[in-house]
């Protein structure tokens, strides 16, 4: 079966590789060269393979892949829960590689604290920086109406449905202090009518609220509506196949998603990644 | 309700049985009261004159709520150093473990020898055998946090302190409770002991006397009053659970 796992990892040419540094801002995000290798019992697996990418101040951006590609340890490796063997992270110029607390982050499951309110859990990430200020609850109630949960500021998550915890996560990121957002396929534990219910929320909120955002999704569509710039992931290690960017102007209809601009988009991508797909089962 | 009842009937008609068993063989085999009293007889003691068993029950009562709190502190206390001290756990976990071979009841003797007859030896007693359900679910508890969450914190910035106490602390409240629980019955268990091993008052000391009496009814009064301590102890400790862990889901049996 599949062993591409056996090759070892690769010398790469990891600095300077940052050739679109065009932008007069410094990045909101920045990561590169950055290559990492997990050791198990002495077999070396290759995850990222000099993964480079950036996203502007306000800029929404997206990383699409086959399932396994390194994903979610490039998450970990941008919220310092993983140091990369080589390579960096930088935030707003900053070299921030290795450090935690400088992102707001929302994972996969919702993971809201059981034994938290909603709306203490909605305050938690400014709790933990020390950074709630006087209006910090009012504010929060304000938005639980806009996101729909009013009158749940007291209920415990377990009482809310999938999509609404979902909102709770969401909003729980949207209030941290730090600036970037990094969303790790949020909306895949829901049923199909739920998520694209979610995705037209999120393009709304984000469009009223532009906040710097870097999304993992396996949804080609999802990724097409919601961002500027799509980076497609090749399969384990994980490296940047192709950037794209997304010439849709904002604010964005869902109507886009009819159009045979987007179509084509959407078949060039679905056919890249199913070529990823595919190499993997080799 | 209606669920609450057919969940409380079963056992309920089992136990009624299980007397009327009992009952029907006492006196059908004509069985002398002194080696198994009827329960029918036994009621009739209970609610008559149990020769001053009240000032027993109440001597046992307070050597349990002295020796309960004190051993449920030392096993939280224990729980939380090895929790925030990684390579006191790997130390002493398994010393801790280990030293659970050694029967805490039979340690009654040496304590009598090394602290007297008084209220000492007893608490020391009640505390041994009351620490180590707490502190090993304690422990458990605080190990075994969620990993998402765990990593939320650790993105979001969070220090080792509030990792303890918003993510670590409250989510080892459910297991730290079924600890507690069964502490809670062995401290009932163990003031008894430790009456038995010297005392001049209590349940235990009670038993002794009916013992060398041959009055087995009065030795099965004792018996039901101590089931009784224990379950309303558990009860407490139960509602106790219920009010702090209000945010779980109920369990739909």
Known sequence: MSQPSDSPVQEQPVYGTDTRRTSPLPAALEVSGVSKAFTHRRKVTPVLNNVSLRVEPQEFVSIVGPSGCGKSTLFHIIGGLETPDAGTVSMNGRLLTGQRGEISYMPQQPALFPWRTILDNVLLAGELKGALGEGAREEARQWLDKVGLAGFERAYPHMLSGGMQQRAAFLRALLAPQELMLLDEPFSALDALTRSAMQRWLLELWEANRRSVLFITHNIEEALLLSSRIYVFSGRPGSILHTVDIPFPRPRREEITDSPEFLKLKRQLSDWMREEQEKGRK | MRSTWKQIWPPFVAVIFFLAVWQLAVSLFRIEAWILPSPSGIAREFTGNASGIWTHTAATLRLTMIGFPIGTGVGLVVALLLHLLPWAKRAFYPLLILSQNVPSIALGPLLVIWFGFGLLPKIVLITLVC????????????????????????????????????????????????????????????????????????????????????????????????????????????????????????RDV
């Open chain 2, 131 to 250: 620490f180590f359900p707490v502190a090993v679910a304690a422990m458990g508890g605080l190990a075994q946090s969620d990993r998402v969450m765990m990593n939320y914190m650790k993105m979001a910035g969070a220090s080792k302190w509030q990792i303890f106490t918003k993510l670590e602390l409250p989510h080892s409240l459910p297991a730290l409770f079924s600890g507690v629980k069964i502490s809670a019955t062995y401290a009932v268990m163990g003031a008894v002991v430790a009456e038995w091993i010297g005392a001049d008052k209590g349940i235990g000391y009670y038993m002794l006397l009916q013992k060398s009496a041959y009055r087995t009814d009065r030795m099965f009064v004792a018996i039901v009053i101590i089931v009784l301590l224990s379950l309303v102890l558990f009860a407490l400790i139960a509602l106790l659970e219920k009010w702090l862990v209000r945010w779980k889901p109920r």
